[in-house]
């Protein structure tokens, strides 16, 4: 723990640091984006999920001095990082440049970090607020990952199982690396339980109930459009390969146009034993 103590706490972050760990890390990502037997695994998350991106923000937050500069180190390494991910799959995708119509969302979590980062710094007082503020990446851990990834382990192992390991282990490395005090562990503890509770209790009873995903290529004029859709289920395309994640078992439609105009409808099988889109004409 000494070791990991000293990572997080006494390594260098200069600003050449943070340019060069951003760019570094957004290669990597946009590499394992554009590589199809990474999808839906483990790895692929760290494109669309936030585990990975808050141990870089923390390593970052926590190896600065004062709160300002944790906000604006953290804002540049998102700043560069993301863009770049998206960068490196243009070559690689049929979207081309427009694949960075799924940057829009990463766009407003990097003018977040300006802010976030500044606030997560007084995490390292190892006091009550630093508790407080550490259980809001605790709750994006163990509330809104956790429970997904471990439901999707459940329905289709063993899919994600290196993902729920990964998290409950920062969870708990945050936890003591954080805090000193005995009841503040114990209390930080007691809150990534009630959080994994919760989040079970949201995915399975609500809408949001099981995570599984679909890919097919279809021999159709590119580009597609999405002309209708369960609302059930969301989908995503990649030239004529579509991906429709579904939030429970059962069959959706899905009605596609592709690039010479023609109305395509499709049905979308999701259940414990098979996982298909299926050509209705």
């Known amino acids: 723990m000494e070791k990991i103590k000293k990572l997080f706490f006494e390594s260098e972050m200069s600003y050449k640091k943070v340019i060069i760990l951003a760019v570094i890390s957004g290669v990597i990502t946009g590499l394992i984006m554009v590589c199809p037997f990474i ?12 585990e990975m991106w808050i141990l870089l923000a923390m390593y970052i937050i926590l190896n600065c ?15 560069i990082s993301q863009p770049i991910v998206y960068l490196v799959q243009v070559p690689f995708s049929d979207m081309g440049w427009s694949i ?14 300006l802010p976030g980062g500044f606030v997560a710094h007084y995490t390292k007082k190892g006091n009550i607020l630093g508790l407080l503020i550490y259980s809001v990446a605790n709750f994006l851990l163990m509330f809104m990952e956790f429970p997904a990834h471990f439901n999707t382990f459940i329905s289709n192992p063993p899919y994600q199982i290196l993902a729920c390991l ?31 509770i919760g989040g079970f209790i949201y995915n399975n009873y609500s809408s949001n109930n099981i995570y599984v995903s679909v ?12 002309e209708e859709s369960s609302n059930e289920i969301e989908v995503y395309i990649d030239g004529n390969n ?17 690039g010479e105009g023609n109305i395509i409808h499709l049905q979308v099988i999701i259940d414990k034993k098979e996982m298909s889109i299926v050509l209705l004409d």
């Not at 890919?215 to 999405?226: C, K």
């Not at 579509?242 to 592709?258: E, M, N, R, V, W």
């Open 166 to 196: 990964f998290i409950l282990v920062i969870s708990i490395m945050f936890t003591l690396l954080l805090f000193d005090d005995k009841k503040l562990i114990i209390a930080s503890i007691v809150l990534t339980i009630l959080f994994t």
């Open 39 to 50: 999808n839906n695994t483990s790895i692929g998350n760290i494109g669309v999920c936030f």
């Open 215 to 226: 890919d097919t290529n279809l021999d159709v004029a590119t580009p597609i459009e999405v």
């Open 65 to 79: 001095d004062k709160p300002l500069e944790a906000g604006i180190k953290t804002f540049i390494f998102f700043l």
């Open 100 to 113: 960075f119509m799924y940057y829009k969302r990463w766009f407003i979590i990097t003018l977040l970090t």
């Open 242 to 258: 579509i991906t429709a994640t579904a939030h429970s078992y059962g069959q959706f439609p899905l009605t596609i146009k592709d």
